[in-house]
């Protein structure tokens, strides 16, 4: 249910941590452009600070944040409409996520599977960011406030921590000063998996490029890869419960689906008893003439790396001014001298 107390405010962000895929954009990004609309206000971010928790090259970080930027641009976020700016030019983030570092309990942490997947075996080597990763994640959101955050099924963890974080806090001080964000996972772009299995997510570090569709790749790319994207032998079926234990048929239909904003009920309609060869021929296209256009439009963007500085600093204003009351007060609450 949503927190009435306060006013709708969208946030959410994405990592400058390499090309955008399908997933970000099927997952995030286009719904991101869907809440530009009253009656939320809307704030997106290019979490920079969460990159660095794995290693990143400077100059690469440099390059994927404003690429990034352009492709928020380019999916159809109007920078004068909403927030759009880069985490580290609003330190207001790291100063209320130390705070949720006093806030979130170890055993919290610990149970997050982001972690547990992304430290593998390998825990004891792996950043102290990394692990504190869900605690910066909370404060980006309730730094403005934010009441809905749009986000894949992947982050639906990290959401729940966030609401205990502020629960916990609420508690602590008796206040209500944190809103219960609501997690907004809905559509069948929520959990767009890989092309070359269909129970991995599709995401930007798999090592294999077939398994994801990049937003800068070329039509003849996008055409291989539908192409050669892994499928059963049966045929598509008509009704829903024909996709039971079929992954990689459900995570293709799911992707016609969003990319063609339609129910995947619908799909099935149209598409029931027709052969892979000819769905993926159809999907290709429609692949093709949704990503092009942005893609195209990226690339130009990215070139101007004046005016996104310029967007992103603009961007970066307006958040603080959001976010700076409401870290004044927090410290108030705790009882800090400032
Ligand atoms: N496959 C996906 N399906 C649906 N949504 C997805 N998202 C990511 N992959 C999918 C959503 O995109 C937003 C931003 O994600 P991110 O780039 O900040 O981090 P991530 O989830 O870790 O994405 P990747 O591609 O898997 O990155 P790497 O490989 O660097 O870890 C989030 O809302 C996420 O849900």
């Given at each position: 249910?949503?927190?009435?107390?306060?006013?709708?405010?969208?946030?959410?962000g994405i990592?400058p941590s390499?090309?955008?895929?399908?997933g970000?954009?099927?997952?995030?990004?286009?719904?991101?452009?869907s809440?530009?609309?009253e009656?939320?206000?809307?704030?997106?971010?290019?979490?920079?600070?969460?990159?660095?928790?794995?290693?990143?090259?400077?100059t690469?970080l440099?390059?994927n944040?404003?690429e990034?930027?352009?492709?928020?641009?380019?999916?159809g976020?109007?920078p004068?409409?909403?927030t759009?700016?880069?985490?580290?030019?609003?330190?207001?983030?790291?100063?209320?996520?130390?705070?949720?570092?006093t806030?979130?309990?170890?055993?919290?942490?610990s149970?997050?599977?982001?972690?547990?997947?992304?430290?593998?075996?390998?825990?004891e080597?792996?950043?102290?960011?990394l692990?504190?990763?869900?605690a910066?994640?909370?404060?980006?959101?309730?730094?403005?406030?934010?009441t809905?955050?749009?986000v894949?099924?992947d982050?639906?963890q990290?959401l729940?921590?966030?609401?205990d974080?502020?629960?916990?806090?609420?508690?602590?001080?008796?206040?209500n000063?944190f809103?219960?964000t609501?997690?907004?996972?809905e559509g069948a772009g929520t959990?767009v998996?890989?092309?070359?299995?269909?129970?991995k997510?599709?995401?930007?570090?798999d090592?294999?490029?077939?398994?994801?569709?990049?937003?800068?790749?070329s039509?003849?790319?996008?055409?291989?890869k539908?192409?050669?994207a892994?499928?059963d032998?049966?045929?598509?079926?008509s009704?829903?419960?024909?996709l039971?234990?079929?992954?990689e048929?459900?995570?293709?239909?799911?992707?016609?689906?969003?990319?063609?904003?339609?129910?995947?009920?619908?799909?099935?309609?149209?598409?029931?008893?027709?052969?892979?060869?000819?769905?993926?021929?159809?999907?290709?296209?429609?692949?093709?003439?949704k990503l092009?256009?942005?893609?195209?439009?990226?690339?130009?963007?990215?070139?101007?790396?004046?005016?996104?500085d310029?967007?992103?600093?603009?961007?970066a204003e307006?958040?603080?001014?959001?976010?700076?009351?409401?870290l004044?007060?927090?410290?108030?609450i705790?009882?800090m001298i400032?």
């Amino acid at each position: 249910m949503t927190d009435t107390a306060f006013k709708p405010r969208v946030f959410s962000g994405i990592q400058p941590s390499g090309g955008l895929t399908l997933g970000n954009y099927l997952g995030a990004m286009k719904r991101f452009v869907s809440m530009q609309a009253e009656p939320f206000e809307t704030i997106y971010c290019m979490v920079d600070l969460h990159a660095i928790t794995v290693w990143q090259n400077p100059t690469e970080l440099r390059d994927n944040t404003r690429e990034l930027c352009a492709g928020f641009i380019a999916s159809g976020i109007d920078p004068e409409v909403s927030t759009l700016f880069n985490q580290s030019q609003v330190p207001e983030h790291t100063q209320l996520a130390w705070i949720f570092n006093t806030v979130a309990r170890m055993g919290w942490l610990s149970r997050m599977t982001q972690f547990k997947d992304k430290a593998g075996k390998n825990k004891e080597a792996v950043s102290v960011g990394l692990f504190a990763y869900p605690a910066l994640m909370a404060a980006d959101i309730l730094i403005y406030h934010a009441t809905h955050v749009p986000v894949g099924e992947d982050q639906k963890q990290h959401l729940e921590l966030t609401r205990d974080i502020a629960t916990k806090f609420n508690h602590d001080y008796k206040v209500n000063f944190f809103p219960i964000t609501e997690p907004v996972i809905e559509g069948a772009g929520t959990r767009v998996m890989s092309l070359r299995d269909g129970l991995k997510k599709m995401s930007k570090s798999d090592p294999s490029d077939m398994s994801r569709i990049n937003l800068t790749d070329s039509p003849e790319q996008i055409n291989l890869k539908i192409q050669k994207a892994r499928t059963d032998s049966a045929g598509l079926p008509s009704e829903l419960s024909g996709l039971e234990g079929r992954p990689e048929a459900i995570n293709l239909v799911n992707i016609y689906a969003s990319l063609s904003d339609i129910s995947v009920e619908r799909v099935l309609n149209e598409v029931g008893g027709t052969s892979f060869s000819e769905f993926k021929k159809t999907l290709s296209e429609l692949a093709v003439s949704k990503l092009s256009p942005i893609s195209k439009e990226m690339s130009r963007l990215t070139k101007e790396t004046t005016e996104i500085d310029r967007i992103l600093g603009r961007g970066a204003e307006r958040a603080r001014a959001i976010a700076s009351p409401i870290l004044k007060k927090t410290y108030e609450i705790i009882g800090m001298i400032q």
